[in-house]
């Protein structure tokens, strides 16, 4: 009779368990678009959970879901290695949720900790936890830089099962004594090559060490440098790895262009980006700049021509990036203008163009950066401004994606586009050039010998033609004197010169860039 009564657990524990050592056996990357045949509904999770995900439409899981649920409910260790879109932030939350659907928190000890490398995907995360656990009684707390931690804290005080945070701000109250670590149950890193670049491998290192040694870990990276490898070997237990094959080839939703520019001139590529947005049906886009400070000065020149835009960046206050999003969801703003870091974590479907201001520095970021527009089935443009210096970085995208070429956009004129030409010219500025000091440094040096030469012949020949008998040690006093003397001269001749120098250069003339100005 209890055998009867229990079947379905039996032969769901019996599911899992076959499942998970085929995952275990299977060493080959999985495609990101397998079929699968199991749904949610299968896979063990709380009843509440599936009630959740049946509110937002998602009847079946995707590879990396279907292989890593199983196993993380049954408090195995996991590795996942998996770009953004392929479903891992449902991977790791969904069956932490489901866990920690009994029991309750102590203050200030979260039960599991869900580290990110940005706060805008630490914000995502917090908002795909709210809408999986919506009917459960789960508490969460959000701790990230530029955000108030009064609110946060009064959370922690009550006790949260769920503390997503940043690295940085994370370390930061736990050294004040706000957070203790010693309950986590579960430890979440999330993008960890991201982490990598951002230089939080360490800050990671010590969270791990932190956190008690029995707690599972589900660990999750887009590619496995040397330095992750040895964080996995290091803190991870027999873990099950599922590797999903990278999806190089962006959705077919979404055509790509690319512009030859004659130069790498900002000048000249903010004229053609502007010539872009307006030459095209652009509801609203995105543009990625790889610097914070063009991510600055192409927003401000969109808006002054009359383009609505705003840039985000990691230097913006918190508060004013989440404004700046919310504004751009909304329909407020009409082009974002964005660093990659910032960028990450961004969900908004409705994205109808991309715009590559510069080619990526690393191949990969340009799979993300196009990956914000052709979403949900949706089409989309993405175009990326390419000059002779970029060549390099263009072969590797090409590469990456698997591609012999990108689609070229011609713009009629663009040669004859306007430039900065340079913003440091000698007619404008009034600045003397570094060469041309050193020449008359040089040739006021070479002036000043030989004015002492000749002073030096002409005392000799005065003393001389006085044959008086202590002559000659006088000229040479004269002669080991002088020159002392005319050294004297010339040094105060040269620092002259070098204060002359020094207003010329720091002064720009009248024509000084603002950004150079000093506060």
């Not at 060493?27 to 079929?35: C, L, Q």
């Not at 069956?95 to 009994?102: D, G, N, Q, R």
């Not at 004659?262 to 543009?287: C, F, M, Y």
């Not at 080991?480 to 250069?505: R, W």
Request: with cysteine; aromatic share 6%.
């Amino acid at each position: 009779m209890l055998r009867h009564t229990n079947s379905k657990i039996i032969l769901h524990y019996n599911f899992i368990s076959s499942y998970q050592l085929n995952s275990r056996i299977e060493n080959r990357e999985i495609d990101a678009d397998t079929k699968i045949d199991i749904k949610f509904s299968e896979l063990g999770l709380d009843d509440r959970i599936l009630r959740a995900l049946d509110d937002l439409g998602y009847e079946k899981p995707t590879p990396i879901q279907a292989k890593a649920i199983p196993a993380a409910i049954n408090q195995q260790d996991v590795l996942g290695i998996a770009q953004t879109g392929t479903g891992k932030t449902g991977a790791f939350t969904l069956p932490t949720i489901h866990k920690l659907a009994s029991g309750r928190a102590r203050a200030r000890m979260p039960r599991c900790l869900i580290v990110c490398p940005t706060r805008e995907l630490a914000a995502q995360v917090a908002e795909n936890v709210q809408q999986y656990g919506k009917y459960l009684k789960l508490e969460m707390a959000l701790l990230i830089g530029g955000v108030s931690f009064t609110e946060q804290d009064k959370k922690l005080m009550r006790g949260v099962d769920i503390l997503i945070a940043t690295p940085g701000r994370l370390l930061d109250q736990f050294d004040r004594g706000k957070i203790l670590m010693t309950g986590v149950q579960t430890l979440v890193v999330d993008e960890a090559d991201r982490m990598l670049d951002m230089g939080f491998i360490p800050d990671i290192e010590r969270i791990f060490q932190l956190t008690p040694f029995t707690r599972q870990v589900l660990f999750f990276s887009a590619t496995m440098p040397n330095e992750i490898k040895r964080l996995v070997d290091q803190f991870l237990h027999q873990p099950l790895t599922i590797q999903i094959a990278r999806k190089n080839m962006t959705a077919k939703t979404v055509k790509q262009y690319i512009v030859r520019m004659p130069s790498s001139d900002p000048k000249q590529k903010r004229t053609a980006l502007r010539w872009l947005i307006e030459n095209n049906e652009v509801d609203n886009g995105i543009v990625f700049c790889n610097r914070k400070k063009d991510v600055d000065i192409v927003a401000k020149s969109l808006s002054v021509h009359k383009i609505s835009s705003a840039p985000i960046h990691g230097d913006l206050p918190q508060s004013l990036r989440t404004e700046t999003l919310e504004k751009f969801k909304n329909g407020d703003i009409k082009i974002l203008v964005a660093s990659d870091v910032a960028a990450r974590g961004l969900d908004v479907p409705s994205v109808s163009h991309v715009f590559n201001y510069d080619v990526p520095s690393h191949s990969e970021d340009y799979v993300h950066r196009i990956g914000r527009t052709g979403r949900a089935g949706r089409k989309g443009k993405t175009v990326m401004l390419v000059s002779r210096l970029d060549e390099k970085n263009y072969v590797e995208i090409l590469e990456l994606i698997k591609a012999k070429s990108i689609e070229e956009i011609e713009i009629k004129g663009i040669e004859n586009f306007p430039k900065d030409g340079g913003k440091y010219k000698r007619k404008n500025s009034g600045t003397t050039p570094k060469n041309k000091l050193r020449r008359d440094s040089h040739s006021n040096k070479k002036k000043h010998n030989t004015e002492n030469n000749i002073e030096s012949k002409n005392l000799s020949s005065k003393n001389i033609e006085k044959k008086d008998k202590k002559a000659a040690p006088k000229q040479i006093e004269e002669k080991t004197v002088n020159p002392n003397n005319d050294k004297k001269n010339l040094y105060q001749s040269n620092g002259s010169d070098s204060n002359k120098k020094s207003q010329e250069v720091e002064g720009f003339g009248e024509n000084m860039p603002a950004f150079f100005k000093m506060p």
